[in-house]
């Protein structure tokens, strides 16, 4: 038995999760370094971050900053590899577009150009190609954005799923504006842009086999709208802003956490969580706040301009719902907690398993 | 504020949630505890502990009443020895290996089976075994294996799978039996001569087949009251209430909480489905807990056909656990999951050592990962 208290236990965990240091030790690429959570941090930190080192990488944010003349470019890429290819509410080409838009517009950037990259498989229909370009020009029209590079390679039959989207975008960061976890102080408010969970539970019904009908629809939409509603209105109040997509909600509030060395207590009765998301979680046995969204914003605005904020969100369709789900403060920093609506308190560490892979 | 999104409340789950009602039940069981008396009650049933740490229940009682973490998470109990066995049948180039999905990431000698799958060997995850047989059906070429894990509460499914296979003469299906029984197993922690219990929150799932009544030699042999309870936050808080109930009246009976779900007779037809396809090994390896006679099931030999453990010949050697895990000790309830000499440092939800770390119902991990909060540390009362 060990001779350690509880609280010494408990504060030695902390201490190693303060400054990650992550190792690799898997011989083999496995699902996990897919998810999101710890195992594609120690793929991503060990080998990419490690082999490309430069410090405009370094912060491995949703974008890269670039000072050229004359401003600043926010520079992003993100690969699209969902299967089925069309589900509810979207398909893998709008959600390929709506991806790296939302990137760049949580960076505080205005997206402006993408490029697309194609893998296709042999076999694959022409008419399927045709409706999900159609798709992309379409979320490329609503996100203001134009495509204007591209490139396309087909695989033998069997070596690719179909076909598989790469999109780069660039915008343009307005002057002055500064966003990150850094400037996250105790007192902020967490706010979200809308339900969570949507596009997750979409897919996982959607894939079929597990005899569960919800009607849902996955929430693909490019934020930059609410993005930059929320800058306008709470000029100098917004701290960080990320689009909470693979590990859900609480991966990103993680990562925050951990870099501002905060905590961020989350309210477990004003989390949105659609009447359906919640069922099919408690059959999967899944955590809303693990789950994927692809059309969300999460905010951290410091609290004497939350109500601003939230009134900026709502006047855009896709925030009606936004709200306040918990607040940050000092204590204990680099964790997410939640304060159940049951009346306890839990830990919301990131995520460790995979609950699906390919959601995106 | 959210509006739209929560437009009613979620029946048959945020009834079962409510805070008004849980600080009730908290200050009536706060009224049973006499001072300097300290309650220890085990929840046998993994899911019970997943419900304790998830909505922080334990924030709730009071000091003197500590909820000590049973052997009843069927993922945690199976011995590295049958992982290995699993492995090696998953391994083989005409297998597609289907399993549940806490499974996938549990360790053996050579890695998980998602080491096996990155490896090459084709696992695949279901959420119930008849998935397994369509499978089957639908790759009539290959070989499917499911691997059966769990209490009585997952066995009546494997047996209809078995039924079912049978009926529509299934040849590329087969099942590796590793399903348990939960009595042999609390009567082993019963004899435990290094723990002291004071009453028990029966599994409830199980007990949606086995019934209330076998419970009885715990009441009435070892004079320990059992609360058979549902897994909603309040079904803990009424179960532990009713047990403390006992405790003060001076009864030790078994008391069924969860009536809404479990007849007291239990299932009859999902034993009769049992029965008919599965009898008692002789003996059975428990992860910690060592050989248990009479407490695993393996398929009768008229389903020798489908009996992955005749069909391949499996490795069958007992591993012992790496010498720094104690999930023996913690699926015992001997000691808290942050005692362990590994826990939160070598062993992780992300890089697992022991069972109890892997299965979102075994104690580590629900304890690392929701109930991780320093300031409980100073809600133990000083030892009595």
Not at chain 1, 120 to 141: D, Y
Not at chain 2, 85 to 102: L, M, N, Q, S, Y
Request: a negative charge.
């Amino acid at each position: 038995m060990s001779s350690r208290s509880e609280s010494e236990v408990l504060e030695a965990i902390e201490r190693r999760r303060r400054r990650p240091h992550y190792k690799l030790l898997e011989e083999h690429v496995t699902l996990s370094h897919g998810a999101g959570g710890k195992a594609t941090h120690a793929l991503v930190e060990t080998i990419f971050a490690r082999a490309f080192d430069n410090p405009l990488l370094a912060p491995l944010a949703d974008a890269a900053l670039l000072a050229v003349e004359g401003g600043r470019l926010a520079f992003s890429t993100d690969a699209s590899v969902v299967t089925p290819r069309f589900f509810p509410g979207g398909d893998i080409g709008e959600l390929s577009v709506n991806g790296t838009v939302n990137d760049l517009a949580v960076s505080g950037a205005r997206p402006l150009w993408l490029s697309a990259a194609f893998v296709l498989e042999e076999g694959l229909a022409i008419a399927e190609v045709v409706r999900i370009a159609e798709s992309m020009a379409a979320a490329a029209r609503r996100a203001g954005v134009t495509i204007v590079a591209g490139d396309t390679k087909v695989v033998e039959r069997g070596k690719a799923d179909g076909l598989y989207i790469a999109t780069t975008g660039v915008g343009v960061v307005p002057d002055g504006l500064e966003l990150g976890p850094g400037a996250i102080r105790p007192g902020d408010r967490v706010i979200c842009s809308g339900p969570i969970g949507d596009h997750g539970i979409a897919i996982m019904v959607a894939r079929g086999g597990l005899d569960l009908e919800v009607d849902l629809e996955s929430d693909t939409a490019p934020v930059h709208e609410l993005a930059a509603g929320l800058l306008a209105a709470a000029p100098g109040a917004v701290r960080c802003m990320r689009d909470p997509t693979r590990g859900g909600l609480a991966t990103v509030l993680n990562e925050l956490a951990l870099a501002a060395e905060v905590a961020i207590v989350l309210d477990e009765s004003a989390l949105p969580v659609r009447a359906e998301v919640t069922g099919a979680c408690e059959i999967l046995g899944l955590d809303p706040l693990y789950v994927a969204c692809e059309g969300r914003l999460a905010a951290v605005v410091a609290p004497a301009a939350c109500d601003a904020a939230l009134a900026a969100l709502r006047a855009v369709a896709l925030g009606e719902d936004a709200g306040v789900v918990g607040e940050v403060r000092a204590e204990p920093p680099g964790m997410v907690v939640l304060e159940t609506a049951f009346g306890g308190s839990r830990v919301v560490d990131m995520l460790a398993g995979d609950p699906l892979p390919r959601i995106c | 504020m959210t509006r739209g999104v929560r437009p009613a409340p979620m029946r048959f789950v945020d009834e079962f949630r409510s805070g008004e009602v849980a600080r009730r039940l908290a200050d009536r069981i706060a009224g049973l505890t006499e001072p300097a008396r300290r309650y220890k009650v085990m929840e046998v049933c993994g899911g019970h502990t997943h419900t304790i740490y998830k909505h922080g229940i334990e924030d709730l009682l009071p000091p003197e009443v500590e909820l000590v973490h049973g052997p009843g998470c069927p993922v945690c109990v199976i011995p590295m020895g049958r992982q290995d066995d699993a492995i090696a049948i998953a391994e083989r180039p005409e297998v597609i290996f289907t399993t549940f999905g806490d499974m996938m990431r549990v360790p053996a000698t050579r890695g998980s089976l998602l080491d096996a799958k990155a490896r090459g060997a084709d696992v695949r995850m279901v959420y119930s075994p008849l998935d397994a047989l369509r499978i089957a059906r639908e790759n009539p070429d290959r070989e499917v294996v499911f691997f059966a894990i769990g209490f009585e509460t997952t066995a009546p499914s494997t047996a209809l799978t078995l039924l079912r296979a049978r009926a529509e003469r299934v040849r590329n299906f087969s099942v590796f039996a590793n399903h348990v029984t939960i009595l042999p197993a609390i009567r082993a922690i019963l004899r435990s001569p290094d723990l002291r219990l004071d009453g028990f929150l029966g599994p409830g799932h199980v007990s949606t087949v086995i019934g209330v009544r076998p419970y009885r030699f715990i009441a009435r042999e070892h004079g320990r009251p059992v609360v058979v309870s549902g897994f909603e936050p309040l079904d803990i808080l009424q179960g532990v209430y009713m047990v403390l109930r006992q405790l003060a009246a001076g009864r030790s009976e078994v008391e069924n909480q969860y009536k809404r779900v479990v007849p007291d007779e239990g299932n009859p037809a999902a034993l009769e489905v049992i029965a008919e396809t599965m009898e008692l090994r002789t003996t059975f390896e428990w992860r910690g807990l060592g050989f248990i006679s009479q407490s695993a099931l393996k398929l009768r030999d008229a389903f020798a056909d489908w009996d992955a453990e005749i069909r391949y010949a499996v490795p069958g050697v007992r591993v012992a656990d790496p010498k720094a895990c104690q999930c023996g000790e913690v699926l015992k309830g001997v000691i808290k999951p942050w005692e362990c000499k590994v826990f939160g440092t070598a062993c992780t939800p992300d890089r697992p050592i022991g069972t109890c770390m892997v299965s979102s119902e075994g104690a580590c991990a629900a304890y690392y990962n929701y109930g991780r909060l320093a300031r409980r540390a100073g809600r133990e009362p000083a030892p009595a």
